[in-house]
């Protein structure tokens, strides 16, 4: 074993980057067996330095980040700060002055995946990120690596821990959504500024990474298709019930049938009862990937967390330190396939649709018709009067596949008719 160690910087010490401290310093034997050589922390850049933690030595922490990374003796810089900027100029200076990036920053990777990629490239450097789409669970590598050799058709998946954690509840509880959210708020799944999480923008973050490495194909945040979940009511799970589904905010990637395009958004769907995805409880992840050769295979496990999150943080440590000590790199970007991402009007689903309508004659015909022009075929509708006896109904209608397009343009119409008082909900179909 090499006796002199690998310089690491740690760039911010939060929830994930303090419990990346304590498991380089417990596990500091196996990580250097592992390796084949020491791993040393040489340095910890916070905001706040006045804070103790433990496991820290004070002399090494800094609030200059900047300075640690243009240290010039870093092998490899561990970035779990989050955000764009600082995040962004400190990954490009650590690779300009020698050193590996380990980085869980979804949001900066789906934004600048590509620039910084090629900065490592540049440098000869490697840039690792497992943690940053479903925390622990092992995804990236097994997309970059193990299904290198296959096709991969479609990515499917929860992916957000907090998000899954208010939809089981509403749905186990029967509560609102607020109600659930609250709930989350107070045992720290839910940040104090849910957004990220109920409006997808976390979701799309990791949709897009996905998308990517799953195609070869440069796939950004921009280019995912996004709707949150916060307009999920009580009433839609009843409607699931009803049809033996759940709702889940799912990140879907897919190849077009064709393999000439591929898409990838985030929304809620409703998903039938029978299907793995619908049996991820609280707060944790699951991703299904479909694959030519492999079939499908499903990725299960705490999606966030500190511990959680650390664990794949020190996974790409110890990957990057024995590229560094055997003088490789290990797989870079690869979007070869430089395939189309196309708009959402052209994803093909099934639609749930529940509309009120005047309860009179010759309106589900009116409605039927309205579907049929627009090339949106039926499979099911229910019917049911109202209690307050107010010459009103509830219409629901399940479609065939169809796509999105011809939908809205079905919905827009069906809005004209005076018969349609109202369209209380759309929701996709998924998983069957
Ligand atoms: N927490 C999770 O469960 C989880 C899961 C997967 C990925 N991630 C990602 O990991 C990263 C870190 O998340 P977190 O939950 O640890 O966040 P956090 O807010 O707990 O930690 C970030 C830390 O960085 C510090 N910081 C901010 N600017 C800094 C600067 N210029 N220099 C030095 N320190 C600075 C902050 O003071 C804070 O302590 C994010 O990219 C996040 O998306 C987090
Ligand atoms: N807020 C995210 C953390 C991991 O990105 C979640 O709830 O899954
Ligand atoms: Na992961």
């Known amino acids: ?10 760039l911010g010490c939060g929830v994930v980057g303090s419990e990346v401290a304590r498991i380089m310093t417990t596990h500091a034997d196996d990580l250097a067996a592992r390796i084949g050589a020491p791993v040393e922390l040489a340095g910890v850049a916070v905001r706040r330095p006045d804070r103790v933690r433990e496991g820290v030595p004070a002399g090494l922490v800094t609030t200059d980040a900047t300075a640690l990374v243009k240290r010039g003796d870093i092998d490899v810089v561990v970035e779990v700060i989050g955000g764009i900027e600082p995040a962004r100029t400190l990954i490009t200076t650590a690779f300009e002055h020698g050193a590996s990036v380990v980085s869980a920053n ?11 990629h090629a900065a490592a490239e540049e440098h000869g450097r490697d840039l690792y990120y497992e943690a940053a789409v479903a925390g622990a669970i092992p995804l990236i590598r097994p997309l970059r690596e193990s299904l290198a050799g296959d096709k991969v058709n479609r990515v499917l998946g929860i992916v957000n821990g907090t998000t899954n954690f208010i939809l089981d509840k509403m749905d186990s509880t029967g509560a609102g959504y607020q109600e659930a959210l609250d709930e989350a708020t107070a045992l720290g799944y839910a940040e104090a500024d849910p957004t990220a999480d109920v409006e997808g923008f976390d979701a799309a973050a990791k949709a897009a990474i996905l998308a990517g490495i799953a195609f070869h194909t440069r796939v950004r945040l921009d280019d ?21 589904c759940t709702i889940k905010l799912l990140a879907i990637c897919e190849r077009a049938r064709d393999g000439a395009s591929v898409t990838a958004r985030v929304h809620p769907a409703m998903i039938p009862l029978s299907h793995p995805l619908a049996s991820v409880r609280g707060a944790y992840n699951a991703v299904f990937v479909e694959s030519d050769a492999a079939g499908q295979l499903m990725f299960y496990g705490p999606g966030a967390g500190g511990s959680p999150t650390a664990s794949a943080v020190l996974g790409d ?42 309860d009179k004659p010759g309106v589900l015909a009116q409605v039927a018709t309205v579907f049929a022009e627009h090339g949106v075929s039926i499979d099911t ?21 169809a796509s999105d397009a011809a939908l809205s343009g079905t919905v827009e119409a069906l809005r004209k008719l005076d018969t349609v008082r109202g369209v209380a909900s759309i929701m996709r179909v998924e998983g069957e």
């Open 1 to 10: 074993m090499r006796t002199r160690p690998l310089k690491v910087a740690l």
């Open 224 to 244: 995912v298709y996004r709707e949150g979940m916060t307009e999920v009511t009580a009433a839609d799970f009843a409607s699931a019930k009803e049809m033996g």
């Open 381 to 401: 509708v229910r019917q049911q009067g109202r209690q307050d006896g107010g010459g009103e109904a509830s219409l629901v209608v399940v479609t065939h596949r």
């Open 106 to 116: 979804k949001a900066l990777l789906a934004q600048d995946g590509a620039a910084l």
């Open 317 to 358: 440590l110890v990957a990057v330190c024995r590229n560094r000590l055997s003088g490789t790199t290990g797989p870079g970007e690869s979007a070869y396939a430089a395939l189309p991402v196309s708009p959402m009007g052209d994803v093909v689903t099934r639609y749930h649709i529940s509309l009120d309508v005047a």
